[in-house]
C-alpha cells in the first residue's frame, strides 16, 4: 500500500509538473515572439528615421542649390557683395546642419537595440555614416567663417574650396542615402 501510494503521488508530481511547463512554454514562446515583435518595431522606427533624416537632407541640400549657384555665379562684385552672398549661403546651410541634430540620439539607441549581428553591423555603418556627413558639415561651417574673412584672390579661392566641399557633400550623402534604401527594400 505504500508503495503503490508513493507510485501515485511520483505520477501526481510528474503530471502536475508537465501540466505548469507546458503553460511556462506557452508563455516563454509568446514572450519571445513578443520581444522579437519589440525589436522589429525598434528596428522599423530606427531606419523609418534615419530614412527621414537622409531625405531632409537630400531636400535642404537642393535648397541650397541656388545660393551656391549665386556664389559660384559672380561678375566682377565687390567683396561685400560676395559676404551677402556667402551669407545669405550660411544661413540656409545653417538649415541643414541642424538636421543632424539627431545623430547623438540614433548612435545612443543602437547600443540599446537587441537585434541580430548583421542588423547592429548594419546600423553601425549607417550611423557612422551620418557622423562622417556631420563631419562634412563642421568642414563647410569652417570654410565660411573663413571666408567671411577673406578678400580678394583669397576669398575667390575659399569660395571654390567651399563649392568642391558641397560637392564631396553631396555625393556622400546620395551615396549612403542609396546604401540605405538598398538596406531597407532590399537590392532590387
Known amino acids: 500500500m505504500q508503495a503503490t501510494r508513493s507510485v501515485y503521488i511520483a505520477k501526481y508530481?510528474?503530471?502536475?509538473?508537465?501540466?505548469?511547463?507546458?503553460?511556462?512554454?506557452?508563455?516563454?514562446?509568446?514572450?519571445?515572439?513578443y520581444r522579437q515583435f519589440q525589436v522589429?518595431?525598434?528596428?522599423?522606427?530606427?531606419?523609418?528615421?534615419?530614412?527621414?533624416?537622409?531625405?531632409?537632407?537630400?531636400q535642404s541640400l537642393i535648397e541650397l542649390e541656388e545660393p551656391l549657384q549665386r556664389l559660384s555665379n559672380r561678375n566682377p562684385e565687390t567683396t561685400g557683395d560676395i559676404q551677402k552672398q556667402l551669407?545669405?549661403?550660411?544661413?540656409?546651410?545653417c538649415t541643414l546642419s541642424s538636421l543632424f541634430n539627431n545623430?547623438?540620439?540614433?548612435s545612443l539607441l543602437a547600443p540599446c537595440m537587441e537585434a541580430e549581428d548583421w542588423e547592429l553591423n548594419a546600423c553601425r555603418w549607417h550611423?557612422?555614416?551620418?557622423?562622417?556627413?556631420?563631419?562634412?558639415?563642421?568642414?563647410?561651417?569652417?570654410?565660411?567663417?573663413?571666408?567671411?574673412?577673406?578678400e580678394g584672390g583669397q576669398?575667390?579661392?575659399?569660395?571654390?574650396?567651399?563649392?568642391?566641399?558641397?560637392?564631396?557633400?553631396?555625393?556622400v550623402c546620395e551615396e549612403s542615402k542609396k546604401q540605405l534604401e538598398g538596406d531597407?527594400?532590399?537590392d532590387q
Open 87 to 93: 551669407q545669405d549661403f550660411f544661413a540656409a546651410f
Open 184 to 186: 531597407i527594400y532590399g
Open 127 to 150: 550611423i557612422s555614416a551620418f557622423w562622417e556627413d556631420y563631419g562634412h558639415i563642421q568642414q563647410i561651417k569652417h570654410t565660411c567663417f573663413l571666408c567671411k574673412i577673406l
Open 103 to 106: 545623430v547623438g540620439a540614433l
Open 155 to 171: 576669398l575667390l579661392r575659399g569660395l571654390e574650396y567651399l563649392q568642391e566641399q558641397m560637392r564631396d557633400l553631396q555625393a
Open 13 to 33: 508530481n510528474l503530471k502536475s509538473t508537465e501540466n505548469l511547463a507546458r503553460p511556462r512554454r506557452r508563455v516563454s514562446m509568446r514572450h519571445g515572439a
Open 40 to 58: 522589429f518595431l525598434i528596428m522599423e522606427f530606427f531606419y523609418s528615421e534615419l530614412l527621414r533624416m537622409r531625405q531632409d537632407i537630400e
